[in-house]
C-alpha cells in the first residue's frame, strides 16, 4: 500500500516538500542544540521544561482523542464512523510519532535514552509512560494497517484483529492518564497536585483529537474527493462539544479551588496564567495574552457549536470552529499548564520563560514531522478507499 | 567528642563506598574496626556483597546521614556561609556561570522567607530577616526525586541515606528537578567545563547535560573527612553532620537539645536538613 505515497498532484508534493522544508530547518537547529547542549533554548534551572515537554503533553492528548472514533465504532457498531476511523488511527500514530521525537529533543542525553529500558524503575511515571505510548504507537500501526489491508482485498479483517482494537482502547485512556500522573504526583508543584489533571487531560484530548480529525476531513474533501459523510461529521462536533465543555467546567473548579481556598500555592499559578503574578514589585506575565485568547477562543467555538446553522449547513464555520476549539486548547495544554507549573518555583522566586528562535525550529520541525507522517498515511488511506470505490 | 565524630565519619564513609562499590578502598574498614560498634556486619562484607551486585541487608538501625544549621552562628559571622560555599564549590568543581539561566548550584544563600515560603514571614525578627539562609539538597528520606527518575540516575544509598547522583546514567529528562519541591537540582544546560575557575583533580566534573545537586561529600567521607561546608565551618558549630539514627552522636545531641526546623516538611520527604532559627 506504500505506493500509494508515490503518486500525488502538484499540490501533494507542494506540501511535502514544504514540510520537508521545515523538517530540515528543524533538523539543521536540533544539530546545534545537540552541540551545544540544551542551553540552546530558553529553560532554565526554575522553568526546566519548556516547549518540548509541553508539546509532548498536548499531542498525547491527540493521539488519546483518537479513540473517540474507535470506541463509537467498534463497541458502539456506529456504521457512520466505518469510513474515518482509519483517519482516528493513523493521526494517532503521526502524533505518538511527535511525542517521542519531542521526548527525545528534550533529553540532555539523547544517546543514552535507552537508559530507560535498561534500567527499569517501576516507581517512575516515566517507566509507565513509555511503555503505554510505545504500546499505543504499536497498536495503531498494527489495527490501522492490517484493517486497511483487508478493506482493499474486499475481505473482513482478521478475527485476532479485534482483540487488539479492544486492547487500543484503555490504552488510548492510559497514555493521557499517565501523562497527567506525570505531573500530578509531584510534591511541592502546587498547580500540578490536582486529581483533577487527568480527566481534565482526558477531556482537552477527546475535544483536540476529533477536532483535528475534522479539519482534516474537511481538506481532504477539497483536494483529495473524500467525503466522510455528514453524520460522522456530526457526530464528532457533538463529541467535541461535549468534552470541551468537560474541560471548560474542569478549568473552573480548579480556578474555584486556588481562589475560594485562597491558599497561595493554590492560586499563584492561576493568577500567573490569567492576571499575571506581582512579585517584588514586578508584574510577571508573560502568558496572560495566550490564556485569554484560548478563553476566547474556547467559548467563541462552543458558541458556534450551539449555532446549528454553523454546525451543520456551513463547513467554513464548522472548519473555523474546530480550528478555534484546537488552538484554545493547544493554549490551555501544550503552553500554559506546562510553564505554569513552575511559577513560583519551591524557593518562592519567579522566572520567566520565552523559549528561542532555535527551540522554535526544532518545535517547528517536530510539528512538520507530524504532519508528514500524517499526510503519508492519510494518502494511503484515502488511496484505498478511492480504489474500493472504482 | 571531636575523635568519636571523626571515627563515625570514617565509618560512613566506608559505607558510601560500599554502596559505589570500589574494592581498593576497602583497606580503610579493616583499620577501622569500628564497624561492629553498631552491630552491622563487618564493612569489608558489605562492600564484597555489593560488588557482587548482592543486595546488602541493612540493619533496622541503619546509618542516616543529616545535618543541622545553627543560623544563630551564621548570623553572627556571615562569612561562614560564604566560606561553606566557595569551599563546596572548590571541593566539586561547581562552574560559575553569570547568568541566572544557566546556573549550578549545590549550596547556596536565600533569604528566609524563600528557604520557608510555607512558614509566615510577617514581622519576622530583624536578625532572621536580613540573614541569609544556607540552601541544599535535604537527602530525604523519601526523596520524590529517586522516585521520579527512570533510569536510577539518582538513588538513596542504602548505607547512609545519602540521596546521590550517577552522572553517567542520567538521561538529562529534568524529571527529578520537576520533583524536587527544595529546588536543590541544577541542569547541565552547557559544558560546565570552561566555567569551572579552577579544576580539582579529586572530583570529576560533570558534562552537559546531567542533573547534579549536593552529595553530601560522598566522596570526602569516604576519606574520612567531614564534608567540605562542615570543614570550613569548623570549631562554631554553625554546621553539625552526622549520623541522625545514633543516639550518641553530635548532631542527636544538638537535634535534642534545640528546637529546630525542617523545610516543607508537611510533604512527608523527612529532609535530613535541620534548621535553628
Same mark, same amino acid.
Given at each position: ?390 | ?10 565509618? /560512613?564513609?566506608?559505607? #558510601?563506598? @560500599?554502596?559505589? $562499590? *570500589? &574494592? ?19 564493612? /569489608?562484607?558489605?562492600? #564484597?556483597? @555489593?560488588?557482587? $551486585? *548482592? &543486595? ?29 560555599? *566557595? ?191
Amino acid at each position: 500500500m506504500i505506493e500509494k505515497t508515490l503518486k500525488g498532484k502538484p499540490a501533494y508534493w507542494i506540501w511535502l516538500a514544504f514540510l520537508g522544508m521545515l523538517m530540515a530547518v528543524g533538523a539543521a537547529c536540533y544539530a546545534r542544540q545537540f552541540l551545544f547542549g540544551l542551553g540552546m533554548t530558553g529553560m532554565s534551572r526554575d522553568v526546566s521544561w519548556g516547549l518540548y515537554i509541553s508539546q509532548f503533553t498536548f499531542l498525547v492528548g491527540v493521539a488519546a482523542g483518537g479513540v473517540m472514533l474507535v470506541l463509537p465504532y467498534y463497541i458502539h457498531d456506529f456504521k457512520a464512523f466505518g469510513k474515518i476511523t482509519i483517519l482516528g488511527e493513523f493521526l494517532a500514530i503521526a502524533a505518538i510519532a511527535m511525542c517521542l521525537l519531542f521526548i527525545m529533543a528534550d533529553l540532555g542525553q539523547p544517546l543514552r535514552a535507552l537508559n530507560v529500558v535498561l534500567h527499569p524503575t517501576p516507581s517512575s511515571m516515566l517507566f509507565y509512560d513509555m511503555i503505554v505510548l510505545n504500546g499505543y504507537l504499536f497498536l495503531n500501526i498494527l489495527c490501522g494497517w492490517v484493517i486497511l489491508t483487508a478493506e482493499r482485498k474486499g475481505v473482513h479483517p482478521p478475527k485476532w484483529i479485534y482483540f487488539f482494537v479492544y486492547l487500543s482502547i484503555p490504552f488510548a485512556v492510559s497514555i493521557h492518564t499517565v501523562t497527567a500522573m506525570l505531573y500530578c504526583g509531584l510534591p511541592g508543584r502546587h498547580f500540578w497536585l490536582s486529581a483533577i489533571i487527568a480527566p481534565r487531560f482526558l477531556a482537552s484530548a477527546f475535544a483536540a483529537g476529533p477536532a483535528l480529525i475534522i479539519i482534516a476531513s474537511l481538506i481532504l474533501k477539497r483536494v483529495a474527493g473524500f467525503d466522510a459523510g455528514k453524520e460522522a461529521m456530526n457526530k464528532l462536533v457533538t463529541i467535541i462539544m461535549y468534552a470541551a465543555l468537560l474541560n471548560t467546567f474542569f478549568v473552573l473548579l480548579e480556578v474555584f479551588v486556588g481562589y475560594y481556598s485562597n491558599i497561595p500555592g493554590h492560586k499563584h499559578s492561576i493568577e500567573y496564567l490569567f492576571f499575571g503574578l506581582e512579585h517584588h514589585g514586578h508584574v510577571y506575565d508573560n502568558l496572560v495574552p495566550f490564556m485569554w485568547t484560548s478563553v476566547v477562543l474556547n467559548f467563541g467555538a462552543l458558541g458556534l457549536f450551539a449555532w446549528p446553522y454553523a454546525r451543520k449547513k456551513n463547513e467554513f464555520l464548522l472548519g473555523l470552529s474546530c480550528v478555534m476549539i484546537f488552538l484554545a486548547l493547544w493554549i490551555d495544554k501544550g503552553l500554559g499548564f506546562v510553564f505554569a507549573g513552575f511559577v513560583p518555583n519551591p524557593l518562592d522566586e519567579i522566572t520567566e520563560y520565552i523559549p528561542t528562535a532555535n527551540e522554535l525550529g526544532i518545535t517547528i520541525g517536530i510539528w512538520a514531522t507530524g504532519f508528514f507522517i500524517l499526510t503519508l498515511l492519510y494518502k494511503i488511506a484515502i488511496g484505498v478507499e478511492h480504489e474500493m470505490e472504482q | 567528642m571531636d575523635t568519636q565524630r571523626r571515627k563515625f565519619l570514617k565509618i /560512613a564513609g566506608v559505607t #558510601a563506598l @560500599a554502596g559505589i $562499590g *570500589a &574494592p581498593a578502598l576497602v583497606r580503610l574498614s579493616s583499620s577501622t574496626a569500628l564497624a561492629s560498634e553498631h552491630g552491622a556486619p563487618p564493612a /569489608a562484607e558489605h562492600a #564484597a556483597a @555489593a560488588a557482587h $551486585g *548482592a &543486595p546488602v541487608e541493612t540493619a533496622p538501625q541503619g546509618v542516616r546521614l543529616g545535618m543541622v544549621i545553627d543560623m544563630r552562628r551564621i548570623t553572627e559571622q556571615p562569612e561562614l556561609l560564604d566560606n561553606a560555599i *566557595a569551599a563546596c564549590n572548590a571541593a566539586h568543581n561547581i562552574p560559575q556561570f553569570d547568568n541566572r539561566k544557566s546556573e549550578v548550584k549545590w549550596i547556596w544563600k536565600a533569604p528566609f522567607a524563600n528557604v520557608f515560603p510555607g512558614e509566615s514571614s510577617y514581622h519576622l525578627a530583624k536578625s532572621v530577616e536580613k540573614t541569609d539562609f544556607a540552601v541544599l539538597c535535604n537527602h530525604c528520606d523519601d526523596p520524590p526525586c529517586v522516585r521520579a527518575c527512570p533510569t536510577q540516575a539518582t538513588f538513596k544509598v542504602k548505607e547512609n541515606g545519602i540521596v546521590a547522583m550517577d552522572y553517567h546514567r542520567c538521561i538529562g529528562c529534568r524529571f527529578c528537578m520537576a520533583a524536587c519541591p527544595y529546588g536543590a537540582r541544577s541542569f547541565n544546560w552547557e559544558d560546565p567545563r570552561p566555567y569551572i575557575k579552577k579544576y580539582n583533580k579529586d572530583f570529576p566534573s560533570r558534562m552537559r547535560g546531567v542533573v547534579e545537586k549536593c552529595n553530601f561529600c560522598g566522596e570526602r567521607l569516604a576519606l574520612g573527612q567531614e564534608p567540605a561546608c562542615v570543614e570550613a565551618c569548623q570549631g562554631t558549630g554553625a554546621i553539625v553532620f552526622g549520623d541522625l539514627n545514633d543516639a550518641q552522636s553530635e548532631i542527636r545531641q544538638v537535634l535534642d537539645k534545640e528546637f529546630t526546623i525542617q523545610r516543607n516538611a508537611s510533604l512527608g520527604t523527612k529532609p535530613s536538613v535541620f534548621y535553628i532559627v
